[in-house]
Each structure stands twice: as C-alpha cells, then as structure tokens.
C-alpha cells in the first residue's frame, strides 16, 4: 500500500522543527530514522497531513558528556551509538542494548530520540532509560522542558509528547564506582522485537554488597517497566545465591503486566521474563564485583 497523501518539510534547524510543529499542531509528525513510522504509513494504520523530516538538522546529531551525564540526541543513529567509544565507556547499558535492536541495516537508519518517542513496549532503549532514570529534553515554541524517563512513558506507543513538541535529546546519568551492566532478551528470531527482556544495573560498595541496583523490563507490559521490589530486595545486600537469583526473578514479575498475543502467552512471558532477571542480575553483580575501574574502563583500553 501506498501512504495517505502528506505535505513533506525538511527543516534545519531546531526553531524551524518547533515552529513547524506548532503551526500545523495534530496534524504534524516528526520523522526520525522511519523505521516505524513509514512502514505504518505505508499500511495505513496511521496518517498526518504533515511530515517534518528532522534528518537535516545538524544539531540534532552527536553525543557528549558533561557534569556526569552522557547527553545523547535525538537523531543520532543506534549504528553510532553502538560505534561510540564514549557511550560504551559512560553508559555501558546502553551500548550492549543496542546490538539486540533489529539488524544492521535497521540500526543504520534508526535514532535514538525515534525509538524512544515511539515508545514500543518491547523495545530495549525505553527500558535502559528508565532503568538509569534517563532525562528527556523536549522542544516547542514555547522553550525547552525536561521530563524524567518515569514519566515519559504514558503506554503502548504513548508518551508525554504533546503535538507541539519534538525530543531533542536524552541525558543518561553516568554511574561511578564498582558496577556492572547487562542486558538479556528472548525473540521468536534474531533481529525480531523481545517477547521478553530485562536489564540491569548495579553498583557494590567495598565488601561487596549491593549498594544501588536498577532492573528494567521490555515486553513485560503496555510500557517499560521497572522491577521495584527486586531493586529493594538487592540494597544493602552481599551477592544473592543462585536460589536467590531465581527468587528475584519472581519477585520482578511482581512488577510485570504482560499480555496474550499470538506470539506468546502472558504466563509465558512471565516464565521467561523471571529467568532473564535472573541472569541479568547475576551477570552485572558479578561484573560490579569484579570492577576496579569506572564503568567501561577496561574495556576502553
């Protein structure tokens, strides 16, 4: 099929995307990297009179760190994000995500700000920024807002995004200190959106108890979620045993609300969803454990 009919602009700069999107209001979209929104377009199963193409606006591209944060923006594409020395070595989660998100070819064209403004429940990026408390940078007419990942996410393809306003940007805070990352997920095939999927992050002190942990679920539910009880249950704590591994999982499940579809059931989800939190947490305790460098140090050398 072949989209409905749409006026096309390509603005270049940031003003010009802003007094865009307030001139035409509902009826604009912002197009990314298109990997969701053409083929949608294309099948119908959504449409706008107007398209604002936001590829030529050069300050929308690139990442820098800053005051402990990596400031990540909007139109940067998950092939540079997964390329970038600079994120692997302040927000390690972030890079190991990025690999599991569809193929190549997706991830060449794909952006960060439009993965996460599409807001798929079974997509990695909601789920690292919610776990880190990740800040959105929104733009309109009006000025610049930022809104923390908690209240980003409003449901399935839902966000606090109003018609007038365009993410910009993503500010991740960067962890300090001994700790450890992981991402899991399972798919019906390589490159397929999660059936389910966890990622971690933890911090220990210097005995080697868990000082701070997040646990971030995708596929679990209409949003990303976090798994509170799990994180509450690991705070002050030396590293679980395998038996409390597996309990954790379960109570991580506590905090999902998955669904039946034709691809997987609900109790399935939850079945794999506890064995993923299991292993996510496992992996990054062991890591932190291990880590004598800020994150993603050996591995830069």
Not at 3 to 15: I, K, L, Q, T, W
Not at 125 to 139: C, N
Not at 234 to 255: F, H, K, N, S, V
Not at 279 to 285: C, D, E, G, K, Q
């Amino acid at each position: 099929m072949k989209p409905a009919p749409f006026e096309y602009h390509a603005p270049e700069s940031v003003d010009d995307v802003a007094g865009l999107l307030a001139e035409h209001g509902d009826e604009a979209k912002p197009l990314a990297g298109g990997q969701s929104l053409v083929p949608m377009l294309a099948l119908r199963l959504t449409r706008f009179a107007h398209l604002v193409d936001l590829n030529r606006v050069a300050a929308l591209r690139g990442v820098s760190r800053d005051n402990g944060s990596l400031t990540v923006r909007a139109m940067t594409t998950q092939a540079a994000v997964e390329r970038d020395a600079e994120v692997a070595r302040a927000v390690p989660l972030l890079a190991r995500a990025t690999p599991l998100i569809g193929h190549f070819q997706i991830r060449n064209r794909g952006t960060v700000g439009g993965s996460l403004a599409h807001a798929d429940p079974a997509s990695e990026y909601p789920a690292v920024a919610l776990a880190l408390d990740a800040t959105f940078e929104l733009v309109s007419k009006s000025g610049t807002t930022r809104v923390a990942a908690s209240d980003f996410f409003e449901g399935t393809w839902q966000t606090c995004i109003d018609a007038q306003q365009a993410l910009v940007a993503v500010h991740f805070p960067v962890w300090g200190g001994r700790c450890g990352f992981a991402c899991e997920e399972v798919a019906r095939r390589a490159g397929d959106f999660a059936l389910a999927g966890a990622v971690a992050a933890i911090e220990v002190d210097d005995a080697g108890a868990v000082r701070r942990a997040a646990v971030g679920l995708f596929g679990l539910g209409p949003t990303p979620l976090r798994a509170h009880a799990a994180e509450a249950e690991l705070i002050g704590e030396p590293p679980p045993t395998p038996d409390g591994y597996r309990a954790l999982g379960q109570l991580a499940m506590r905090d999902a609300d998955p669904v039946d579809d034709v691809h997987a059931s609900a109790s399935y989800r939850r079945r794999v969803g506890a064995h993923l939190v299991a292993r996510t947490l496992a992996s990054a305790v062991e890591e932190a454990r291990q880590a004598h460098d800020p994150p993603g140090a050996a591995r830069a050398r």
